[in-house]
């Protein structure tokens, strides 16, 4: 299939698909059978198959074991299993939360140094 596909429903896909694929806020699976030259916007990306092209996940890629991926990753949280292919560059996006609780982290250590410093 040639063409680009939204949708507003999770997604499996176990064929050939050359365009994009963009599902804002939900998840695609990628088939073991499947084939994809895509630039891939979703919620969640699990692929079992093979992808060529950039992905970018607002919450997490999951690349298994059988799958190849070349193409450049932007995700919170990533997860590649022994075995995987991959080539590219990957990306961790920070979330709200885990941006203030290193600011916290960094904060509560500064703070943790002047007390030190009092004594």
Do not use: C, W
């Not at 804002?24 to 084939?35: F, Y």
């Amino acid at each position: 299939m040639k063409g680009r596909i939204s949708g507003d429903e999770d997604l499996q896909i176990d064929g050939k698909v050359e365009g994009p694929v963009s599902l804002q806020n939900h998840k695609l699976i990628v088939g073991r059978s499947a084939q994809l030259s895509s630039e891939i916007v979703a919620r969640e990306i699990v692929i079992h198959g093979k992808v060529n092209g950039n992905l970018n996940a607002r919450d997490r890629v999951e690349i298994n074991k059988d799958a190849s991926v070349m193409g450049d990753l932007h995700t919170s949280r990533i997860m590649i299993e022994d075995g995987a292919y991959f080539k590219g560059t990957i990306e961790i996006k920070r979330t709200n939360a885990a941006a203030s609780s290193s600011s916290d982290a960094e904060l509560e250590s500064s703070l943790g140094l002047v007390a030190a410093k009092a004594e």
